[in-house]
């Protein structure tokens, strides 16, 4: 009887363990699913500041090649500016674990 009952005991808890890393899984690829997001975004405020910073007293007549450059280019600078931070932060961190 006892026997039984540890069995199905251990059994619930294996269950419960197969849940909670599908869980896992599923946190980790919606938190992926966010990062792709925020990239996105960023992407998209780069170019529309880009292109407002181009259309301010600007003829109607553009060049679309200039203003692609000019994106990508800010682009770059959003890119490494990031890094930055990011060595930054990884700087902080081990300067405050040593």
Known sequence: QNEKELQDVVKQQEEKMLQLIDKSGEVTRLKGEVS???????RAETEAKVLWEEMRG????????????????R???DKLRLLLLEKEDENVLLSDKY
């Open 75 to 77: 682009q770059e600078m």
């Open 58 to 73: 600007k003829e109607p007549k553009v060049d679309t090649a200039y203003v692609q450059e000019r994106v990508l280019l």
């Open 36 to 42: 792709q997001l925020k990239r996105s975004l960023q």
